[in-house]
């Protein structure tokens, strides 16, 4: 069985409601068993348990993550139980969206009451897909008519909506989609990404990249949104016309470990991700020995008018860096950060693709 957990999150008037009847559809048609973990907040608050009715917000706030967390149980608990190749648990919203509606004492005191760190947290759900509020870029479509619980403000949902994105960016797939598009292309755009994580084969990717001068890093790491992760990956070798890399990558001190596996098939790239241990990931690196190609970047996200920009900074290159950014269109517009300077662009060159910088990591 391959079961995989993401949530679906997003601001308030996101479109959640709209999408989960789109992912039930379009991965019941691959073959997938979806599953949907309801949105415990909404069960509360209409049924009169809220942060209003309860002692204090932290009253409401532990009650609310125990019966996240207890839910959750029990779908993968029945999820196991069930005759089918592959099962996609879909929760609207996860356990770390309730810390976007508390402060840094209450987080810290409702991790206490349940006996986890908020690495855990993150790391019991595979992806992440965040629907931005229509209240930032599509306020005529804000609406209260699909949730009785909501009771934001267009203003207060813009907010909610960047605590949203803060709270979850220690998360490895954290896919954020804007309101660039109307609703229907938005919607596209998350099973596309869905699509994409799971392995399941899709249209090639419309990926750019940039040789750029070398920034200044520190300026970076203090523009809003930038996260700075360290990450180590390695080529091995197989015996078919598959290509296999493990990677490590490494975000405030915390490390996580994955085995990817990328094969054509009828001409789309076929990508299948998995998480692994730390033993295995070490033990895969010893087996290679010799034949271990071993590449180490930094890698700098950077969000900017919309779009998602990924810079990588190599340890052999002083004066240059290498920035990518992927589009879902192929004459869609790129324009740089004012803090990065082109050098040329460089997509599809070979000697700048990471198995090729790998070499130079020996010399």
């Not at 999820?79 to 648990?89: E, G, N, Q, S």
């Not at 750019?208 to 930038?226: A, N, T």
């Not at 490390?255 to 990508?271: D, P």
């Not at 803090?339 to 070499?359: F, M, N, S």
């Amino acid at each position: 069985m391959k079961l995989t957990k993401i949530v679906i999150t997003g601001g308030p008037s996101a479109g959640k409601t709209t999408a989960m009847s789109w992912v039930q559809n379009a991965f019941s048609k691959l073959g997938y068993t979806v599953l949907f973990v309801p949105e415990t907040a909404t069960e509360f608050i209409t049924g009169g348990v809220a942060p209003w009715t309860c002692g204090t917000n932290l009253d409401y706030q532990k009650v609310q993550m125990e019966l996240q967390l207890t839910k959750e149980r029990l779908f993968e608990k029945a999820a196991r139980t069930m005759k089918a190749d592959k099962i996609l648990i879909v929760c609207d919203r996860g356990a770390i969206d309730n810390r976007a509606y508390m402060n840094d004492e209450e987080f810290a005191a409702v991790l206490r009451e349940v006996g986890k760190t908020e690495q855990e947290l993150l790391l019991g759900y595979d992806a992440v897909f965040h629907l931005v509020s229509a209240a930032k870029g599509a306020e005529e479509f804000y609406t209260y008519a699909n949730n009785a619980a909501r009771y934001e403000s267009v203003s207060q949902a813009v907010v909610m909506d960047d605590r949203l994105i803060e709270a979850w960016k220690g998360h490895p797939r954290h896919c954020v989609i804007d309101n660039s598009v109307e609703l229907r292309e938005k919607l596209k755009k998350l099973i596309a990404q869905i699509r994409d994580f799971l392995g399941e084969p899709a249209p090639p990717e419309i990926e750019r990249k940039f040789l750029v001068e070398m920034p200044d890093l520190e300026r970076l790491e203090k523009l809003p949104g930038c996260r700075r992760v360290e990450i180590e990956q390695a080529y091995l070798p197989t015996t078919n016309d598959e290509k296999l890399r493990i990677r490590k990558w490494v975000e405030d001190g915390q490390a996580i470990y994955y085995k990817t596996r990328r094969r054509r098939v009828n001409g789309r790239r076929l990508e299948v991700e998995e998480r692994l241990t730390q033993r295995s990931y070490m033990e895969m690196m010893e087996e290679a020995g010799a034949a271990l190609q071993l590449l180490r970047k930094t890698r700098y996200s950077i969000p900017y008018q919309g779009q998602q920009f990924q810079l990588n900074v190599y340890p052999f290159w002083t004066d240059q860096a290498i920035v990518k950014i992927e589009l879902n269109e192929e004459d869609a517009q790129v324009q740089l950060p004012p803090e990065l300077t082109l050098i040329r662009e460089v997509t599809g060159e070979r000697e700048y693709k990471d198995y090729t910088l790998a070499a130079l990591m020996r010399d």
